[in-house]
């Protein structure tokens, strides 16, 4: 059995939101490895807010976002 982004992420508001978002356009198991490593570079909104939108976008890219 593979754990879906809402099992892995569902206590944390943020990744709950952003895993979500980013699960509607592909499998779980590359939404999970994008929003863990969207993670690694913004733990919470604040710094998310920091990231470029290029930044974003390269991390982000895989799931067709």
Known sequence: ?????LEVF???PYKTLIST???SRTKD????????KL???A????ELQ?????EIQEIIYPVGL
């Open 1 to 5: 059995y593979k754990l879906v982004p």
């Open 10 to 12: 569902g206590k944390d």
């Open 21 to 23: 978002i980013l699960s």
């Open 29 to 36: 198991e590359l939404t999970l490895i994008r929003s863990r």
């Open 39 to 41: 993670f690694k570079r």
């Open 43 to 46: 733990k919470n909104f604040k």
């Open 50 to 54: 920091k990231l470029s939108e290029k």
